[in-house]
């Protein structure tokens, strides 16, 4: 049994976003696994947090830059740590590395921050993401991050293979972790029984606001035009003011806000659309609609990590990897809509896109032979999604890890590099704010 602390950077909210989903399914595979589980946050408390006492598991409360964490730390002696995205082990890692030298030290990364971070600049810039710079000053900080770690949980094999392929972190390194889905529900609503289009997505979240934009002033009048009884109904934790001033019942755009249970309003809807412009990970809003049996229309952003459809083979380099070697940019990933459940477009960036998005919207809306054959698709794509997982548990790779932790990292000359007094800057940053604060 290994003793493992999680240093959550928000409370787990599984009904929130995929990222609490992803959260809530890791401490579930160590809870599962019979090892002790403890979650520190310094993140303000949430009415929409998991209950993780119900696991077994204690949370409890700790500070930014204060020596406090560090004895509390050398209290619970954990043999794990696992850092909820790059900015938690920035904050705690080195606390870690000084008062439990022999703990694993594992990162999380939910999605890489600086590819959607990127990705977002992009689109500001020119309006297509793939034009994406990746050698950026925040990827410096994340990569750094998960050099210094032991091990790295990366969500997409995108993602991996960018890693490995364009920032040259060794393999040994990193572990590909899909978000986790569940079992596709056995009994699901037919065509004639559902109706309306569907959004969903958390709106503090920047790519899900972004494809609400999208929707209200390019693809729903469009589409509104061809089906005038069709409704859009959005949904999203922690709704703003100005999304709820999006609402238009005559417009048929329908701001619902928090969803009690995804899954129910998911498998009401007719098709599923998300307009992804940028982005990073995987979206759980797409594997929900495939475990729902509901067609989805998105791009290659949405489906990038699910299914390499969305992605033509000309822009696959050897390596199985989207990057121009010679630019340092993203390669333009050409639409294909063959084989996702529904239809993958390309991203909104003029009239011919938009037109293209909603043609296919409108036929798997009124097409009841496509819809069918879409919906049936689900469960394949869904299979070859779950096929990526490793063999090996995480619980199982962890304990591996942590019984040979010495010789691995041995292994790993940039880590301790990274680890050089003079790189130590977030340390000494921190250990300044803590004095100043005294």
């Avoid at 602390?5 to 019979?34: F, K, T």
């Avoid at 990705?119 to 993401?129: L, T």
């Avoid at 249970?261 to 797409?286: H, Q, T």
């Amino acid at each position: 049994m290994l003793n493992i602390v999680v240093i959550g950077y928000v409370w787990p909210e599984p009904n929130s976003s995929a990222a609490g989903q992803n959260m809530l399914s890791l401490i579930r595979q160590h809870c599962d696994a019979g090892n002790k589980v403890t979650f520190l946050t310094a993140a303000a408390d949430s009415i929409h947090k998991a209950d993780l006492a119900k696991l077994d598991v204690t949370s409890e409360a700790i500070a930014l830059n204060c020596s406090s964490f560090d004895k509390r730390i050398r209290e619970i002696s954990p043999d794990v740590v696992i850092f909820d995205r790059y900015m938690t082990e920035e904050q705690f890692s080195w606390r870690v590395k000084d008062a439990c030298p022999h703990a694993l030290r594992v990162l999380n990364t939910e999605d890489l921050h600086s590819l959607r971070q990127a990705r977002h600049d992009a689109v500001k810039s020119s309006g297509d993401a793939s034009n994406a710079q990746l050698n950026t000053e925040l990827a410096q900080r994340e990569i750094a991050s998960i050099l210094r770690s032991d091990l790295t949980l990366v969500i997409s094999q995108y993602e991996k293979q960018l890693l490995e392929h364009h920032y040259n972190v060794p393999r040994a390194q990193l572990r590909l972790h899909p978000l986790f889905v569940e079992d596709a529900t056995t009994s699901t609503l037919d065509y004639s029984q559902r109706q309306h289009f569907v959004h969903i997505g958390n709106f503090r979240h920047a790519p899900n606001w972004d494809a609400v934009l999208q929707l209200k002033q390019h693809i729903w009048p469009a589409i509104r035009k061809k089906i005038p009884d069709a409704q859009l109904h959005i949904y999203g934790a922690y709704l703003p003011k100005k999304a709820s001033q999006l609402h238009n019942v005559a417009q048929g755009f329908i701001v619902k806000g928090w969803a009690e249970n995804a899954e129910k309003v998911i498998s009401s809807a007719r098709v599923l659309i998300a307009p992804i412009r940028f982005g990073a990970g995987i979206k759980g809003k797409l594997l929900d609609a495939m475990r729902t049996h509901t067609p989805s229309v998105t791009t290659w952003l949405g489906s990038e990590g699910i299914s390499s459809e969305g992605i033509s083979s000309e822009d696959k380099s050897s390596k199985g990897d989207l990057l121009d070697t010679h630019t340092n940019n993203e390669k333009e990933a050409k639409p294909i809509a063959t084989q996702w459940p529904g239809a993958i477009c390309s991203p909104i960036m003029d009239k011919t896109a938009v037109d293209n998005f909603v043609e296919h919207a409108v036929s798997l809306y009124q097409n009841e032979v496509k819809w069918q054959k879409a919906s049936q698709q689900c469960e394949e794509v869904l299979k070859a999604y779950r096929a990526q997982a490793d063999d090996m548990t995480l619980p199982e790779q962890l304990q591996l890890l942590f019984n040979g932790l010495k010789t691995h990292r041995e292994s790993l000359f940039l880590q301790s590099l990274l680890w050089h007094q003079s790189l130590n800057a977030t340390k000494y940053m921190s250990q300044w704010i803590e004095e100043k604060n005294n």
